[in-house]
């Protein structure tokens, strides 16, 4: 149910209710009067008219007749419509629910003015869908829908989590039946046990049923001529086709005494060892026990409050009020009324014959040619972002032959590069950055062929090549890593497209258990960590033995450890470290600024907006550094309590705030001198962070203090 006040509630549930419409066309705004009397109706629905279903992406159906809109002839086709309704609340004041934003199919000129049929966003979905081979989280899965789609995903990463799947890698079967963006994201959302639908402001939505009730309606506000089914729609079975072996597996809960879901050839639950593959089937499952409704038609005062899968109850005369009713269809015309249907099946007419039901609609032929030249297609379903000496996995691709073949791979990369700053006679210049690209044949670095490239500044593509010759029947495994120097690099989701194609390759095959985990840690300076303490070190040294040690290390925080480390490494430096886990030693504006996935950024809307370390009471600052984007985030430094804010540019500088992003990138802070801050620093230290648009900020490091040798 779309978020209105509880004035609107009371106003919904008045015998005698006053409304308005109003929107534009394109720039031309409307109102009721511009509207022909009984001719505006929207329609929608999340599953088709006899049974609850998921992974639907219905499109969402406008008709209207507008009279005198100034819009020129032949130009109507192709505008956006966004109509808005109106409710009169007891203040006299309107309170506006927008219907959504539609796009103009087709309009008719006649004597009672314009005739409209215009749809939703989700029919933007129905583009051609070149990707066969493709893995990633459900969200990111969405993402690179919406995004290839040229729309907005409105349903946040947390809230995919929380679905069945919703936190699982999930792989694309390449040989499936997906043709339109929208085939994908229908997929996506029968992994998850969802519907896909496009919101109100125009945003794609991701659903799962569920069993909250919005809003209780008794006979006093439903028109006469409800109806109401004398059963409950419950699914207590599953059914899956596996396209590998062409069988189908059948999963229940215990007692089965419902209906029998068939999600038939689902090409994103095809991978994984049987353990993996039966949790995946089973979450759907337990996602499907949600759906425990009485199906139903009502018609009530028009009013468009009410979203798809929204739960009811009703009350009195022919209801049942301990049941719960689902809207899965509706219709709002105007002016007129808003008729809800809950649609679904009775438990009691499933046979026997269901529950083993053998549907293999979809499967591929089992002919396998094997001189056919065979693709596997990639590209990535998530942002990659390579800093400055780093390395990162960014093409990985299973493949399988069933005959000794000579295979080629090609890819594209389309990048941005952030080249660092160095100073040569007292003044900044960029010099270019040092791509090496380091190939992994099954397993192995390939080490006689590691192509390299010089770039500059900007937007690049970056063409790669490699060919080798494979033996038969063999389950094997390709990999590109790029590593960075003298700069970083960022690669938007979808931008790394590659193939690989050749005669006697599989059109695909089982998972095999394989799990291969990396990570990749950042150079450390292994001197003490400690917040705001000054302490003494002993050491003494040791002659090192030839003995050698192994062992498993779990996970850890190295934000706060204090260890001495003696011998010849160097002077021992103290740190001041500002992070996400840490937040009573920064200060900034909550409404501007929000902590996910462990960083600093600013939230939806805010272009830019600053963040501040604590007060720190230092002798001497070594150097200062950050973890962050540095394309938008710049630094100032203060030495009296924030009173003035300084930027280092050859010089201590005060920054000119007229300008559009002023103060210091990290690069530049971090090669200000020991004597440089000494210039300035009069027993104390802060830093003010300035974010930009995407920009990201994970941590601020001061050192501040080094232990004579």
């Known amino acids: 149910m779309y978020a209105v006040s509880e004035q609107y509630k009371a106003a919904m549930k008045q015998p005698v209710q006053r409304f308005r419409m109003t929107g534009k066309v394109g720039r031309a705004s409307f109102t009721d009067d511009n509207i022909l009397s009984g001719s505006f109706s929207i329609t929608n629905q999340c599953s088709d008219d006899s049974s609850v279903q998921i992974g639907q992406v219905y499109i969402g159906e406008l008709d209207v007749t507008l009279m005198n809109v100034n819009i020129a002839r032949y130009s109507w086709k192709g505008q956006e419509i966004a109509p808005v309704f109106g409710m009169h609340l007891s203040d006299g004041t309107y309170e506006d629910v927008p219907l959504g934003i539609f796009t103009i199919d087709s309009a008719k000129h006649t004597a009672s003015g314009v005739v409209i049929k215009a749809y939703d966003h989700m029919a933007k979905f129905d583009k051609n869908c070149s990707v066969t081979s493709i893995n990633g989280t459900a969200y990111n899965l969405m993402l690179t829908a919406c995004t290839a789609c040229g729309l907005s995903l409105g349903t946040t990463s ?33 992994s998850i046990a969802a519907n896909v639908y496009a919101g109100r402001d125009g945003k794609i939505y991701v659903r799962a049923y569920d069993q909250v009730v919005v809003d209780e309606l008794d006979t006093a506000h439903r028109f006469a001529g409800c109806e109401f089914s004398d059963f409950t729609t419950r699914y207590t079975g599953l059914s899956v086709v596996n396209l590998a072996g062409k069988t189908t597996s059948y999963y229940a809960l215990d007692p089965d005494d419902g209906l029998t879901y068939n999600i038939g050839s689902d090409p994103f639950l095809q991978y994984g060892v049987d353990e993996k593959k039966d949790a995946q089937r089973n979450a759907i499952l337990t996602a499907l026990s949600q759906v425990d409704y009485v199906p139903f038609k009502a018609e009530l005062i028009g009013n468009p409050a009410y979203d798809l899968m929204d739960v009811f109850r009703f009350s009195d005369g022919l209801a049942d009020k301990d049941k719960l009713f689902c809207m899965t269809k509706f219709t709002f015309s105007y002016n007129k009324s808003f008729t809800m249907q809950g649609v679904g099946q009775d438990p009691a007419l499933a046979s026997a014959k269901s529950k083993t039901d053998k549907n293999l609609q979809g499967i591929l032929s089992s002919n396998e040619n094997q001189d056919y030249i065979r693709y596997y297609d990639y590209q990535n379903a998530a942002d990659y ?31 941005t590069l952030d080249t660092t700053e160095t100073e040569a006679e007292g003044l900044l210049s960029d010099t270019d950055a040092v791509m090496t690209v380091t190939y992994y044949l099954n397993g192995e670095e390939v080490k006689d062929y590691v192509p390299v490239e010089t770039l500059p500044d900007g937007t690049h593509l970056l063409h790669l090549l490699f060919t080798w010759n494979s033996t038969a029947n063999l389950t094997g495994n390709f990999e590109v890593w790029l590593s960075m120097a003298g700069g970083s690099c960022h690669i938007s989701r979808g931008d790394a497209r590659a193939y690989m194609a050749g005669q006697g390759l599989a059109g695909n095959g089982a998972w095999d258990g394989t799990v291969t985990v990396y990570d990749t840690l950042p150079g450390m300076n292994l001197f003490p960590v400690c917040r705001g303490v000054d302490t003494s070190v002993d050491f003494s040294l040791f002659s090192p033995g030839t003995y050698g040690y192994s062992d498993i290390v779990p996970s850890m925080s190295l934000t706060s450890v204090l260890q001495p480390i003696a011998g010849t490494i160097g002077p021992v ?44 009471e230092v002798e001497q600052v070594l150097n200062a550094a950050s973890n962050c984007d540095s394309n938008n985030v710049n630094f100032l430094a203060s030495f009296d309590h924030g009173g003035t804010w300084w930027e280092y540019a050859n010089g201590w500088i005060t920054p000119d705030t007229k300008k559009e992003s002023y103060g210091m990138f990290a690069p530049a802070m971090k090669e200000i001198t020991k004597e440089q801050w000494a210039v300035k620093l009069t027993g104390s230290i802060q830093l003010k962070t300035i974010i930009h648009e995407k920009g990201t900020l994970t941590d601020i490091q001061i050192f501040t203090k080094e232990v004579e040798e």
Request: glycine share 2%.
């Open 158 to 190: 947390e809230e995919f989590a929380a679905m069945a799947n919703g936190s699982d890698e999930l792989s694309l079967y390449s040989e499936s039946d997906i043709e339109t963006w929208r085939d994908f994201v229908s997929w996506v959302a029968v």
């Open 385 to 415: 972002d390579i800093a400055d000496t780093a390395k990162a996995k960014i093409i990985d691709i299973r493949y399988i032959t069933v005959k000794d073949t000579h295979i080629d791979f090609h890819a594209e990369i389309k990048l």
């Open 573 to 616: 430096k103290f740190l001041h470290r500002f992070d996400t886990e840490h937040l009573d030693a920064v200060t900034y504006n909550t409404d501007e600024i929000e902590v996910k996935d462990g960083v600093w950024k600013l939230k939806d809307g805010v272009t830019i907006a600053e963040l501040v370390t604590k007060d720190c």
